[in-house]
């Protein structure tokens, strides 16, 4: 039978529920009653050859239409003789449809956050509107969260870390966990001065203290000077080989005398990258090279990034060459990767994007990877490149003046 039940007509508003509609206003996409529900009623023939079927049909709706209007239709059958049948099924009001669906306890709680964001901050009103589920989510929550946004409305941009917050029932840990939440609010709640625009690339969870002006944990880049005649400092040793690492701050600030610079992902190749004249090495930190953006002094100096041949690591590449253009690949080529199909492995999942910054040369391995033309999910580990390889490589490069003279 396919003819619709109250069961059928209550699952259609909970579907409407489900959605959030049913709690927002009609300007901000809500439910608009009376509102008319699908009704699949039977068809003249079916009413002839079932009729005691329609008749329990007819009879299981009334007993289950309280809060539903039926629309009935008088007809006349030449077996049947004058009948009444519903044609239509309507619900004429939100108190109706929350009580088909037993939903008036969570109605009362959606209007009672509304009046007290109305009272504490009507700037957050169309976010509730909007999600009114999510905010019934957070009801537990609700006025730790109006309390931080007020807090940021007397205290734009504050300079402070989040362990510094000082607000009653509130800590740093329940705003790092609710970052996404207050981002959103936030960006209702606070004048434009007071949030870092989405251009300046201070947007997503990571970046929630720079956008609204908190000190954040100070970035930190490690490299390794390969030149023994650029340390910093000699050990009383006598050794030179350092293992540095630096804020971002003062990684701008060092303007080393380099020629070279060299990138890579793993942190085994970077402890054992052989000594280059002029050089140094950074332990790379995946797609976030934009930390490396402030350092004026890289642009003078040759760029090589060293990651795995898989499409990951050409992805990481370009990526590079949206904050240093002049990087140029080191071991990423088909070369490489022929000479040591011994200890090929399989990327997990492989990137598909097209990588616009890449080179001829470099597309064509992207390429050969993306579209498996070798085998599926085929990648070479940067660390699975024999050691000599690397020597060999190196000592290839094209001389460049010395950083002393």
């Known amino acids: 039978m396919t003819w619709t039940t109250p069961t059928d007509l209550r699952a259609q508003l909970q579907k409407i529920w ?10 901000a996409g809500g439910t608009v009653f009376p509102l008319r529900l699908r009704f699949a009623v039977p068809s003249s023939t079916e009413m002839s050859a079932r009729f005691d079927d329609v008749r329990s049909w007819m009879a299981g709706l009334h ?3 309280a809060r539903l209007r039926f629309v009935q239709r008088d007809f006349r059958h030449s077996v049947l003789g004058q009948n009444s049948m519903p044609l239509e099924a309507w619900v004429d009001s939100l108190a109706d449809a929350l009580a088909l669906i037993g939903k008036q306890k969570e109605a009362q709680r959606f209007a009672a956050l509304m009046q007290i964001t109305q009272a504490q901050n009507p700037a957050l009103l169309p976010w509730l509107q909007k999600r009114p589920l999510t905010a019934l989510a957070l009801e537990a929550v609700w006025l730790r969260l109006l309390a931080v946004v007020s807090w940021l409305q007397n205290n734009p941009r504050p300079g402070i870390y989040l362990r510094q917050v000082d607000i009653q029932g509130v800590d740093s840990k329940f705003i790092e966990s609710n970052r996404s939440i207050l981002a959103e609010l936030l960006d209702l709640a606070l004048p434009t001065e007071a949030i870092d625009a989405l251009a300046a690339g201070y947007s997503g969870l990571s970046q929630f203290c720079r956008r609204y002006g908190f000190k954040d944990k100070p970035l930190r880049i490690r490299f390794r000077l390969l030149d023994p005649d650029l340390a910093l400092i000699t050990l009383q040793s006598g050794q030179a080989d350092q293992d540095i690492g630096v804020t971002q701050t003062l990684f701008e600030q060092l ?34 090279f934009a930390v490396l953006a402030g350092a004026r002094w890289l642009q003078k100096a040759q760029i090589f990034y060293w990651g795995d041949i898989d499409t990951h690591g050409f992805a ?26 011994k200890h090929w492995g399989e990327e997990p999942k492989t990137e598909n994007r097209n990588l616009p910054r890449l080179s001829l040369d470099e597309q064509v391995v992207y390429d050969s990877l993306r579209d498996e033309r070798i085998r599926p999910g085929l990648r070479l580990e940067q660390e699975r490149i024999a050691f000599g390889w690397v020597q060999q490589a190196l000592a290839a490069l094209p001389d460049v003046d010395s950083p002393h003279d």
């Not at 080393?256 to 610079?261: E, S």
């Not at 949206?322 to 088909?334: E, I, V």
């Open 18 to 27: 489900d959605k959030g509609q049913l709690l927002q206003p009609s300007e």
């Open 63 to 65: 007993q289950g239409s």
């Open 255 to 288: 303007d080393l005398p380099v020629k070279r610079v060299f990138i890579t992902e793993n942190e085994v190749n970077f402890l054992a990258f052989p000594p280059v004249a002029g050089s140094l090495v950074i332990f790379g930190s995946g797609y976030g």
């Open 316 to 341: 990481i590449l370009d990526q590079l060459r949206a904050t240093l253009p002049q990087a140029a690949s080191f071991l990423m080529d088909s070369k490489t990767l022929l000479a040591h199909e």
